[in-house]
C-alpha cells in the first residue's frame, strides 16, 4: 500500500502528469453533463410524448443501458420522438463511452502511469562500495559494444541517461544505468566518478567539453576519453582537461585507406603487439597466389608468421595447407625489420598506380583521401551533393559531382583500372547497393567499406565487400587499448587479437587436447613468455602455467572460450 501510494505521489508531482490529469477530469466532468442532459429529456419525452411515468434513477439507467450498447429492451419508446432519441443517445455512447473514454484513460492517465512506473524504476545511484568502473555519458553506436567488451574484461561499468523513462526501460533490459543529467555535478556524485577508471564522454562536441570540466571539477585526477567531430574541437576539448580525444571519423577513413591495393603490393602495418608488428599484405598480382601457405616459405625467408588470411571479408585460421586465392591477405606478426624485408619481397609486384577511387565525400570520405594523398596514391573522389565542394577541397586529386550509381559518373572517376574502391558513406544501404554495382562492374578490384550498424557486416559481405570497418567497432577498440593499456591493433570488423593467461584446466596439456581451436573457433597466434611473443606454435605446443596464450577471434569465440573454461573448472 505504502509503495502505491508513493507511485501516485510521483507520478502526479510531475507538471506534465498533473495537466493530463485535469483533461481526464474536464472529459469526464462533460460526459457526465451529457449523462444527465439525457437523463433531463428521457423523463420529458417520457412524459410528455410517451404518457408515462419513471423515477430519476430509472431514467439514468436507462441512459446507461443504451449509451454502453447493452440495449436490454425492458424500457422503450413507442414513438418516432422517442425512437429518435434512442438513436441519438446510442450513437453518442459509442462514440464518447466506447471510442473516447478509452482513449482519453490511456492517453492522459494510464500511459503516464506505466511510464512513470518505469522512471521510478531507474536507479539513481551506484552501490555505495562500487570502483574501478568506467562512466559512459550517452547509449550511442558504440556503447552497447564497448558493454559487451567490458564484460569479457569483468570491468564495472555504468551509463548515465537523463530520460528517466528510458533509464528505466535500459534497467529492465540488464543494462547498469543510473538516471541523471550528464552535465550536472550532483548526477556525478551520484555514481562516485572519483573513483571511476575512465569517463568516457561520447555526446555532441559542445556538451562533451561541458562533461569534462563538470568531471574535472570534482575528479581532476580521472582519465577521460572523449569522442570529438569536427577537428577544430580538439584542441578545446583537451585544454578542457580530457586525457584522450578520439577523432573517430578522421580515424576511420584511416583505417580504410590502410587497406586498399594500390601502387606496389607491401605490407600494412595494423598496430602492434608488444615487440611486434601487426600487418597485411594483398596477394593479388603477386607469385604467392596459388601456393599453399607452407610453399611460400615466408618464415623462412622473412622470419614473418603468417596468423591468418582475409578471404573476401572474412579472416580464416592459417594452416600450412591453406591456399592463398587471388583475392587472398594474409595477416602477419614480425618485427620492423622482418616487415620491412617483407616489403622488399613485395614491391616489384602488383604495380598499379591508378587512382583509387573514394565513394562519398563526407568525414570518412575526406579523411580516407587525405591519408591516401599521404601515402603518395593518387585518389578521385565522388560525392553527390555540390554543397560539399568546399569541404572536400585539395582532399582528391580530382572531385567528381555525381551519383556514384550512375555507371557514367563511375567510368569518369577511373573505375575501368582503378586498382581499389572505398565505399565511405554514412547509409548502409547506400554501401550495400554500391558494393553490388561496383563488383559486377569490375569484378577483380578491391572492395573497402564502411557501415554504419553491425548488423550490416553480413549484408556488405554478401554484397562483394573486401574489407568492412565499422564507425562503432573503431571506437571500441580504441577505449579498449586506452583501458587495458595496449596499442591499438584494428585488424577488422569483429576480430579481435587479445592475449589471457593459460587457464588451470590446460596447463600440461598440448594446444590440441585443450580444444580451444576446435571447440570456440579462436587461433591461438601465439605464446607470450618474458614479456615476448613465440609464434612458432603448432598443435603440440604444452601449455605451460603462467604463460600468455595470444588469440585472434571474434567476441563470441572468446566468449565461448570462457563458457569453455568456466565448464571445465565445475
Known amino acids: ?64 443501458v443504451v449509451m454502453s450498447t447493452l440495449g436490454l429492451g425492458d424500457i422503450t419508446f413507442q414513438t418516432d420522438i422517442g425512437r429518435l432519441f434512442s438513436l441519438i443517445v446510442l450513437l453518442s455512447g459509442i462514440l464518447l463511452l466506447l471510442v473516447l473514454l478509452p482513449f482519453v484513460f490511456i492517453r492522459f492517465f494510464y500511459a503516464p502511469w506505466l511510464e512513470a512506473r518505469i522512471r521510478m524504476r531507474a536507479p539513481r545511484e551506484v552501490p555505495a562500495n562500487m570502483t574501478g568502473h568506467v562512466l559512459i555519458c550517452a547509449w550511442d553506436s558504440i556503447a552497447p559494444g564497448l558493454v559487451e567488451r567490458l564484460k569479457v574484461h569483468q570491468i564495472p561499468y555504468v551509463v548515465l541517461e537523463p530520460d528517466a523513462a528510458k533509464a528505466g526501460a535500459m534497467h529492465d533490459d540488464g543494462i547498469q544505468v543510473v538516471a541523471g543529467d550528464i552535465e550536472s555535478v550532483a548526477a556525478y556524485r551520484s555514481v562516485h566518478v572519483e573513483r571511476a577508471r575512465l569517463v568516457f564522454a561520447n555526446a555532441e562536441d559542445t556538451t562533451n567539453t561541458n562533461i569534462v570540466l563538470t568531471v574535472r571539477e570534482i575528479a581532476p585526477q580521472v582519465p577521460i576519453a572523449s569522442l570529438v567531430m569536427s577537428l577544430d574541437s580538439i584542441d578545446v576539448l583537451e585544454l578542457s582537461g580530457a586525457n584522450h580525444v578520439l577523432p573517430l571519423s578522421q580515424r576511420l577513413g584511416e583505417q580504410l585507406a590502410n587497406r586498399v591495393n594500390a601502387g606496389h603490393a607491401r605490407c600494412h602495418v595494423v598496430g602492434r603487439y608488444l615487440d611486434l608488428l601487426v600487418a597485411e599484405f594483398p596477394v593479388h598480382n603477386t607469385p604467392l597466389r596459388g601456393r599453399t601457405l607452407r610453399e611460400t616459405r615466408l618464415r623462412e625467408y622473412t622470419q614473418t608468421s603468417i596468423v591468418g588470411v ?24 614480425g618485427t620492423t ?14 604495380a598499379n598506380e591508378s587512382p583509387v577511387v573514394v565513394l562519398g565525400g563526407g568525414k570518412v570520405g575526406r579523411a580516407a583521401a587525405r591519408s591516401l594523398k599521404r601515402q603518395g596514391i593518387p585518389v578521385h573522389l565522388v560525392e553527390k551533393n555540390r554543397d560539399l565542394r568546399d569541404r572536400i577541397g585539395d582532399a582528391a586529386d580530382q572531385l567528381f559531382i555525381g551519383d556514384a550509381a550512375d555507371r557514367d559518373v563511375l567510368a569518369r572517376a577511373g573505375l575501368d583500372h582503378a586498382p581499389s574502391v572505398l565505399l565511405t558513406t554514412h547509409d548502409d544501404a547506400t554501401n550495400i547497393y554500391l558494393a553490388v554495382y561496383c563488383r559486377r562492374l569490375k ?94 606454435v603448432g598443435a603440440d605446443q604444452r601449455l605451460a602455467a603462467g604463460n600468455q596464450l595470444v588469440m585472434l577471434g571474434s567476441r563470441e569465440q572468446r566468449a565461448a572460450l570462457v563458457e569453455m573454461i568456466a565448464g571445465a573448472t565445475r
Open 337 to 350: 625489420r622482418q616487415i620491412a624485408k617483407l616489403d622488399e619481397l613485395l614491391v616489384i609486384y602488383d
Open 443 to 536: 569484378p577483380d578490384v578491391r572492395l573497402v567499406s564502411r557501415i554504419t550498424h553491425e548488423k550490416n557486416m553480413e549484408a556488405v559481405l554478401r554484397a562483394g565487400a573486401d574489407f568492412v570497418l565499422s564507425y562503432a567497432s573503431l571506437g571500441v577498440d580504441s577505449l579498449m587499448s586506452i583501458l587495458l593499456g595496449s596499442d591499438l591493433v584494428v585488424l577488422g570488423e569483429g576480430i579481435n587479437l587479445f592475449h589471457m593467461k593459460v587457464p588451470d584446466p590446460f596447463v600440461g596439456r598440448t594446444l590440441a587436447e585443450s580444444g580451444i581451436g576446435a571447440r570456440t573457433g579462436l587461433n591461438v597466434i601465439g605464446i607470450q613468455r618474458d614479456g615476448h611473443v613465440d609464434t612458432a
Open 310 to 333: 582475409w578471404e573476401r571479408g572474412r579472416l580464416v585460421p592459417a594452416y600450412a595447407d591453406l591456399r592463398l586465392s587471388e583475392y587472398s591477405v594474409p595477416v602477419v606478426l
Open 1 to 64: 500500500m505504502k509503495f502505491l501510494v508513493s507511485q501516485l505521489a510521483y507520478f502526479l508531482s510531475e507538471g506534465e502528469v498533473r495537466r493530463n490529469v485535469r483533461a481526464l477530469v474536464q472529459y469526464l466532468i462533460f460526459l457526465a453533463a451529457v449523462i444527465a442532459l439525457y437523463t433531463v429529456l428521457f423523463h420529458v419525452i417520457m412524459v410528455r410524448v410517451e404518457g408515462q411515468d419513471h423515477s430519476w434513477l430509472t431514467g439514468l439507467y436507462w441512459v446507461l
